[in-house]
């Protein structure tokens, strides 16, 4: 009787009162603001965006056709996709993950097909199509919308939540939702900061390899389907697709190292060497193995022509070069020298790296509000009560294939419930 009485109070209270504001007109704040006036249909919901733009990450996304999430229903395996974030996601995926996002558009029209490489893409693979959905759901449920309306701080007060939008004028709300998105640097976060809540620095995450010395820029547009990336000297190992660019390398390769090396790559300033193993084979002596093998086969054909681990063309005579092998050579000529070379070039090519480039226009970083702060069951500030956090500006980060719009959705949904 009591938990009734109650739910007919708050009931009560939401229908006659309860104003919500979302600050951040991005993928969280959007869903956030959706997802709230879906749960609290009488709430007066407010979205605030800084910008004239809505939605402008979303925009850009997969190269414009949007990346909308990740065609992995396992939980466990999902969460591996977070360097950080990851532990607190797995709890939170039960609770809506891949699975829900994809019946979430079905539902409202929105076809949605998974790739070969289990990204997930709307079938028009054009972003304006998830935009739409998102701006006629939020017309329909009534959600408000207001763009440049910037927040310059946020205090809480005996009557709810004051936000500031500049010196003097402030809106009162019930309950906030941040989606303010990841800050590059730290002074943006300081207006969080100021409410007590602990704040991991930010440094780029995601990001693509420099390479402005090394002469493998001349291949670029070559790609090898499955190569082993290693920081010298680190521990920190991946593996994947790996595309030469004309200033360096990218693929999925270089970004996960990038993503899981954020912080100890900002630390050595982007200037380091990259190990590459182009066989992807980690036992040197089963690659001595497929070279001595074709050498038996191959025994009096040039090594120019008979390429192994089916190499690109041009990349396989880059290395016999850098190898300092004759290309005309045989193969049964190379000898165990040669043979040494081969198998130290294939599994273990070096490059200088100096510096870094932002993959695509997809800007993520890897820092924010720190979960420390933050309640990880409902996502409210443990400093600000009915305050909550969703999206990139917690420290939450993950590798590419439409996991950090997956983050979005996953924690705009927890938040938009108000800690119920």
């Known amino acids: 009787m009591k938990n009734e009485i109650e739910q007919r109070i708050l009931h ?4 006659n009162d309860m104003k919500v504001g979302v600050i951040g007109g991005g993928a969280a704040g959007f ?3 959706i997802c ?8 007066e919901v407010i979205l605030l965006e800084q910008s004239k733009k809505w939605l402008s990450k979303v925009k850009v996304s997969g ?4 990346n909308v999430t990740n065609d992995t229903t396992s939980i466990s395996e999902l969460s591996k996709a977070y360097p950080r974030g990851g ?3 797995k709890k939170l995926f039960p609770h809506f993950n891949t699975v829900h996002i994809r019946e979430w558009f079905s539902v409202r029209g ?3 097909y998974a790739q ?11 972003s304006q199509t998830i935009i739409d959905c998102f701006l006629k759901e939020a017309n329909t449920l009534g959600v408000q919308m207001k763009s440049q309306a910037s927040v310059k701080k946020i205090a809480p007060s005996a009557s709810g939540i004051q936000l500031y939008f500049d010196e003097v004028n402030a809106v009162t709300f019930d309950k906030v939702i941040v989606a303010t998105g990841g800050s590059p640097k730290l002074s943006g976060l300081n207006w969080l900061s100021a409410l007590g809540h602990q704040i991991e620095t930010p440094v780029p995450s995601l990001f693509t390899f420099n390479m402005p010395q090394e002469k493998v820029k001349t291949l670029m547009g070559v790609a090898v389907n499955n190569a082993t990336t290693r920081i010298q000297g680190e521990k920190l190992s991946a593996n994947g697709p790996l595309l030469i660019t004309h200033w360096g390398m990218s693929g999925p390769a270089i970004l996960v190292l990038s993503s899981f090396g954020a912080r100890m790559l900002a630390k050595k300033q982007y200037q380091f060497n990259l190990q590459v193993n182009w066989t992807n084979e980690q036992n040197q002596e089963l690659v001595r193995a497929v070279i001595n093998k074709t050498i038996e086969n191959n025994g009096q054909k040039q090594i120019q022509n008979v390429r192994i681990y089916d190499l690109p063309s041009r990349l396989w005579i880059f290395l016999l070069e850098k190898a300092s092998l004759t290309l005309t050579q045989k193969w049964d000529e190379i000898g165990k020298k040669g043979t040494h070379k081969l198998v130290e070039i294939l599994t273990n090519d070096v490059y200088e790296v100096k510096g870094k480039t932002t993959f695509k226009e ?10 420390k702060s933050v309640n990880s069951k409902t996502l409210e500030s443990k400093h600000v009560p009915n305050l909550f956090f969703a999206g990139e500006v917690l420290d939450i980060d993950a590798i590419t294939g439409g996991y950090n719009f997956q983050a979005a959705w996953t924690t705009a949904f927890i938040a938009a419930k108000l800690g119920q």
Not at 36 to 43: F, I, R, S
Not at 116 to 126: E, I, L, M, S
Not at 362 to 371: L, N, R
């Open 63 to 66: 190269g414009g056709r949007c």
């Open 362 to 371: 997809e800007f993520v970083t890897c820092g924010g509000v720190s979960f």
């Open 36 to 43: 709230v006036k879906t749960n609290y249909p009488d709430a």
């Open 87 to 89: 532990k607190q996601l």
């Open 31 to 33: 869903f956030a603001a």
């Open 116 to 126: 070969t490489d289990k990204r997930v893409f709307p079938t028009t693979d054009d």
């Open 110 to 112: 929105v076809s949605l």
């Open 12 to 15: 009560l209270y939401e229908k």
